[in-house]
């Protein structure tokens, strides 16, 4: 029940999230479309490599005997998340010639999207429950 | 089991986190462009700097990883 709420409310901070950058992205196109592209590739790369990182720390933060996948292979995946955003900053940055300021704001909000989610998405409250289990467990 | 730190803390933890790789590269691609000014190695020492930095945040970001689960 707590879990279910919890997820709704992950999505619904992704779906406010994406809203706004799309409504950032819109106004910043109509007064600097460079800074636009700039600021949408930082979402993207942002959301991609942060996407990962939340994926990697999910499954290493369990104790070693837990985990499922070894560390050359989170390795691997940042390696290929890394080299997929240099890519896409180099494409927005350099060829397309957009904005690197707005590349980073960009990048920022998906910061941002993580930090909340993090602190007080599905994670923080599981770990809450656990917790609540265990006091529970002790009473008995 | 319950993280002790507070909401500001395991924000910050995960602030640092996301920025170390971009961070490592900006200034690992950084150094690699002032050292190809000055020795006209262009570009080679940009693509090594780049590299160094890549290296450097995959490392915290494993060892932070580590320290979590420990």
């Given amino acids: 029940m707590r879990t279910d709420r919890a997820d709704r409310a992950s999505r619904n901070v992704l779906a406010a999230s994406a809203g706004v950058s799309g409504v950032i992205t819109v106004g910043l196109l109509l007064w600097r479309p460079t800074v636009a592209l700039g600021y949408a590739g930082g979402v993207v790369t942002g959301a991609g490599m942060l996407g990962v990182l939340v994926f990697i720390l999910t499954r290493a933060t369990v104790p070693s005997e837990e985990r499922t996948a070894p560390i050359w292979l989170l390795l691997v995946v940042q390696t290929m998340k890394l080299l997929v955003a240099a890519a896409v900053a180099f494409v927005v940055i350099l060829v397309w010639d957009g904005s690197a300021a707005g590349f980073a704001a960009g990048y920022t909000t998906a910061v941002i999207v993580l930090v909340v989610m993090r602190v007080y998405g599905p994670a923080s409250s599981a770990a809450d429950r656990s917790h609540s289990d265990e006091d529970a467990s002790d009473a008995e | ?70």
């Fill in chain 2, 1 to 70: 089991m319950r993280d002790p730190r507070s909401p500001l803390m395991k924000g910050a933890s995960y602030w640092i986190l996301a920025w170390s790789v971009p961070i490592s590269i900006a200034l690992g691609y950084g150094a690699g462009w002032w050292l190809d000014q000055r020795f006209g190695t262009d570009p080679l020492l940009q693509i090594i700097g780049f590299l160094l930095g890549a290296i450097a945040g995959l490392v915290q970001i494993l060892q932070q990883t580590d320290d979590n689960a420990d």
